[in-house]
């Protein structure tokens, strides 16, 4: 059954404003086929920091390898992995 959403009240305060959505659904009140793609060019990927532990020799070859592309052995590391990933999940 579509039965129209009732109207969103106004607002005094951001905060009544959030405390309202808290416990209010919105989802009925988007028209998905009205909505346009955006491109967000200035927004940034989420990342998480993690510890990594690897042998002497291994981090050494790869601040080499990261010297001779003349790209930072962090960035390296990510490319690498990131290809590592593709590779195995197009295998599937």
Not at 9 to 36: G, K, L, M
Not at 40 to 65: F, Q, V, Y
């Amino acid at each position: 059954m579509n039965r129209k959403p009732d109207p969103v009240p106004q607002f005094a305060t951001e905060a009544e404003e959030r405390a309202y959505w808290e416990t209010h659904d919105s989802s009925d009140r988007i028209n998905w086929n009205s909505a346009e793609r955006m491109r967000l060019p200035n927004l940034k990927p989420s990342s998480t920091s993690i510890s990594l532990r690897l042998p002497n020799t291994l981090l050494e070859r790869i601040k080499t390898a990261a010297g001779k592309r003349d790209v930072p052995y962090q960035s390296l590391i990510k490319i690498w992995l990131a290809e590592k990933v593709d590779a195995s999940i197009s295998k599937r």
